[in-house]
């Protein structure tokens, strides 16, 4: 005979107090477990939404990041003839030759600076970001010294709203609109004029090229055309993994630290536990012997003392599941490792989140139910009966 999963619960009703605090100690640890990977998909989802898959990022070769890179003008007109390159509605190639510059800029209601990315752009810039629109405000002019924001930074940081002016690169720049760029990286930058922002920093060369293919199956053809070109010292990378390589660094360090919390923390909550379990064996050697009386066997025992710890693991589990799903109306900002500036983005849950998460609640439950499972189980009847 099974014991009825019914019976199971009740017992923990009857334990209310016990139950509700070590659910909260199982809690805990989930909503830590959980939030940790929340932040990491939240990181990933914002660098790789910052690229569009049919465009191609080029930047010198060995260069980690467009910080880092340097593109000649004379390797930025060869590029530009290549056929594979999409036209627009001109005729001209769909192509933005870039410069990233980063600076230092105060928080608003502070004087603590962080790094910002200046980008200039060519004036296919904007097209080639379809997810990026302006949402106050007007487009730079080229040739002024204007700039735009994005929606982070225009929140953050001191002089970045619209109508207030940023001094960098030994000039005043106007900011004349906003721009919200959809959640991705590109709300943490600051976009101007490419061919103003070249001398304003004395910059001789390009950061990077940023084109879009006619055809996203050419991407092969083209990125063997420019790495096998002795003129070019470039490499060439989808956007989409482009970015998403830039999370690597930052998303490792936040995934070992998560790891060794939530194991840390797991510890504490398998051992409250399973001493919740020996106590609750303690506490109903009588009840066991009567099972055993009427004909329960062993394995229905284990069976429904392990379906009580993970149970509570379930609850304990949801909770803190619950409230880690509060955590996506939160905004974070950190530092990028791999570029070294301020980066916004937000916790994000998905259903790959929540199978791990209450996949990892049953393991603590199972962990921290199966010792206290076995010596219900293993008890004689006759010492049991005489024991109550």
């Keep these: 005979m099974k014991i009825p999963l019914s019976y199971v619960a009740r017992n923990l009703w009857a334990?209310?107090?016990?139950?509700?605090?070590?659910?909260?100690?199982?809690?805990?640890?989930?909503?830590?477990?959980?939030?940790?990977?929340?932040?990491?998909?939240?990181?990933?989802?914002?660098?790789?939404?910052?690229?569009?898959?049919?465009n191609v990022v080029l930047i010198r070769r060995s260069a980690d990041t467009e910080v880092q890179s340097s593109v000649d003008r004379a390797q930025a007109n060869i590029v530009a003839s290549h056929p594979a390159i999409a036209l627009g509605a001109d005729g001209r190639p769909m192509l933005s030759k870039e410069t990233v510059v980063l600076i230092s800029l105060n928080k608003r209601g502070s004087a603590k600076p962080s790094n910002v990315i200046i980008r200039g752009i060519a004036q296919r810039g904007l097209a080639l970001r379809p997810q990026v629109r302006l949402t106050a405000g007007r487009m730079f002019r080229p040739g002024a010294s204007e700039i735009i924001a994005g929606?982070?930074?225009?929140?953050?940081?001191?002089?970045?709203?619209?109508?207030?002016t940023l001094r960098f690169g030994q000039r005043e720049w106007t900011v004349v609109g906003?721009?919200?760029?959809?959640?991705?990286?590109?709300?943490?930058?600051?976009?101007?004029?490419?061919?103003?922002?070249?001398?304003?920093?004395?910059?001789?060369a390009y950061s990077a090229i940023v084109l879009r293919l006619a055809?996203?199956?050419?991407?092969?053809?083209?990125?063997?055309?420019?790495?096998g070109d002795q003129r070019l010292t470039l490499d060439a990378k989808r956007e989409q993994a482009f970015y998403s390589d830039q999370s690597k660094a930052l998303s490792t360090f936040i995934s070992v630290l998560g790891l060794i919390l939530s194991v840390i923390f797991s510890i504490g909550a398998m051992i409250g536990a399973t001493i919740t379990m020996y106590a609750s064996v303690a506490n109903r050697v009588g009840e066991i012997g009567t099972l055993r009386a009427l004909g329960f066997q062993r394995r229905s025992i284990l069976a429904a003392f392990l379906a009580e710890s993970m149970l509570l693991a379930v609850a304990g589990g949801a909770l803190g599941l619950a409230c880690a799903s509060l955590m996506g109306f939160i905004s974070f900002s950190t530092t990028n490792f791999q570029s070294f500036s301020?980066?916004?983005?937000?916790f994000r849950l998905t259903a790959a989140i929540v199978v791990k998460t209450l996949a990892f609640s049953l393991v603590m439950g199972f962990i921290g139910g199966v010792l206290p499972a076995l010596r219900a189980?293993?008890?004689?009847?006759?010492?049991?009966?005489?024991?109550?």
Excluded: H
């Excluded at 477990?33 to 998909?41: I, Q, R």
């Excluded at 055809?215 to 790495?227: G, M, N, Q, R, V």
């Design 215 to 227: 055809d996203t199956s050419l991407f092969e053809c083209f990125k063997k055309d420019i790495e």
């Design 377 to 388: 189980a293993r008890m004689k009847i006759v010492d049991a009966l005489r024991a109550a």
């Design 178 to 204: 906003l721009f919200d760029a959809g959640n991705s990286g590109f709300d943490s930058e600051v976009w101007g004029d490419a061919d103003q922002l070249m001398p304003a920093f004395r910059r001789p």
């Design 151 to 164: 929606a982070s930074i225009a929140r953050r940081f001191s002089g970045a709203g619209i109508g207030e």
């Design 15 to 54: 334990r209310r107090l016990t139950t509700a605090l070590t659910g909260a100690g199982l809690a805990l640890v989930v909503f830590v477990f959980a939030t940790v990977l929340m932040l990491d998909e939240g990181l990933r989802n914002t660098l790789v939404t910052t690229g569009e898959y049919d």
């Design 342 to 346: 301020e980066l916004a983005f937000g």
